[in-house]
């Protein structure tokens, strides 16, 4: 059986029992593989008349020939279908309701999401894990009426990694102004379970630290650093409130 990473274990909650699967940039189809030998995926009917449990995507033939040899060597070939596509596009076709984006950057997860309306749905959970710029994912998410479901942290040697859930917007329900957020909320994360508080203080410490350097290089270059103050001062409410055990005043509330 398939032993997965810590980063990628942060997905398997978010996946509902019973939806089709997609795992966008998939590379070795690690969490497909994964989801089916556990029995969380089970096949879907689809509308040309076949079953599966998930797609398997990603723009390079390589990751794609990569995926398709341990999806075979698995016996799954049957159960998960490699594509390659570029994001989301084509893969509306097969109506997938459960989709994960890992491994790329915030900037290109929301430029694919921005590409494809249809994920716009409440039928729709989106299971997303931005290498850079979360804040960008979130104030999308929230700025477009996704309602957050859930958030998680994992960590692999130094490095960090924030998971987030979502749902599509429902028909009444209203976008939320990214601006009227805490941006320390929408940098680090609003709704992590009261267990992952330590990683969440390491996270906001580092956030800490990286606002500082960039202040300080911008005061040298004579450069307007209030932005930099106001998000200090909120990631130091922010790591006080979650030192104390409370929850950040600002945050929306998780489904």
Same mark, same amino acid.
Request: with cysteine.
């Given at each position: 059986?398939?032993?997965?990473?810590?980063?990628?274990? &942060?997905?398997? =909650?978010?996946?509902?029992?019973?939806?089709?699967?997609?795992?966008?940039?998939?590379?070795?189809?690690?969490?497909?593989?994964?989801?089916?030998?556990?029995?969380?995926?089970?096949?879907?009917?689809?509308?040309?008349?076949?079953?599966?449990?998930?797609?398997?995507?990603?723009?390079?033939?390589?990751?794609? =020939?990569?995926?398709?040899?341990?999806?075979?060597?698995?016996?799954?070939? =049957?159960?998960?279908?490699?594509?390659?596509?570029?994001?989301?596009?084509?893969?509306?076709?097969?109506?997938?309701?459960?989709?994960?984006?890992?491994?790329?950057? *915030?900037?290109?997860?929301?430029?694919?999401?921005?590409?494809?309306?249809?994920?716009?749905?409440?039928?729709?959970?989106?299971?997303?894990?931005?290498?850079?710029?979360?804040?960008?994912?979130?104030?999308?998410?929230?700025?477009?009426?996704?309602?957050?479901?859930?958030?998680?942290?994992?960590?692999?040697?130094?490095?960090?990694?924030?998971?987030?859930?979502?749902?599509?917007?429902?028909?009444?329900?209203?976008?939320?102004?990214?601006? &009227?957020?805490?941006?320390?909320?929408?940098?680090?994360?609003?709704?992590?379970?009261?267990?992952?508080?330590?990683?969440?203080?390491?996270?906001?410490?580092?956030?800490?630290?990286?606002?500082?350097?960039?202040?300080?290089?911008?005061?040298?270059?004579?450069?307007?650093?209030?932005?930099?103050?106001?998000?200090?001062?909120?990631?130091?409410?922010?790591?006080?409130?979650?030192?104390? *055990?409370? &929850?950040?005043?600002?945050?929306?509330?998780?489904?």
């Amino acid at each position: 059986m398939i032993k997965l990473t810590p980063r990628l274990q &942060s997905a398997v =909650d978010y996946v509902r029992p019973g939806h089709l699967f997609a795992d966008v940039g998939t590379d070795h189809a690690y969490l497909p593989i994964y989801l089916c030998q556990t029995g969380r995926l089970t096949p879907v009917p689809l509308a040309d008349g076949s079953r599966l449990c998930a797609l398997a995507s990603d723009i390079n033939q390589g990751p794609v =020939d990569r995926a398709a040899a341990h999806v075979a060597m698995a016996g799954l070939s =049957d159960r998960i279908r490699t594509l390659r596509t570029d994001g989301l596009s084509g893969l509306d076709v097969y109506r997938p309701t459960d989709i994960a984006i890992f491994g790329m950057g *915030g900037e290109l997860i929301v430029s694919i999401l921005e590409a494809a309306p249809w994920t716009r749905s409440p039928a729709v959970r989106l299971i997303l894990q931005p290498m850079t710029h979360p804040e960008k994912v979130r104030a999308f998410l929230l700025g477009t009426g996704f309602t957050l479901v859930g958030e998680t942290l994992s960590q692999e040697g130094q490095r960090i990694y924030q998971t987030v859930c979502a749902c599509g917007p429902a028909a009444d329900s209203l976008p939320v102004r990214p601006e &009227s957020l805490s941006p320390a909320g929408l940098l680090t994360g609003f709704s992590y379970p009261e267990s992952q508080c330590p990683l969440h203080l390491s996270l906001i410490d580092r956030q800490l630290s990286s606002a500082a350097a960039r202040r300080e290089a911008r005061a040298m270059a004579g450069q307007d650093v209030s932005g930099e103050d106001a998000l200090l001062e909120d990631l130091q409410r922010l790591r006080a409130a979650v030192a104390a *055990g409370l &929850s950040h005043g600002n945050a929306p509330t998780p489904l």
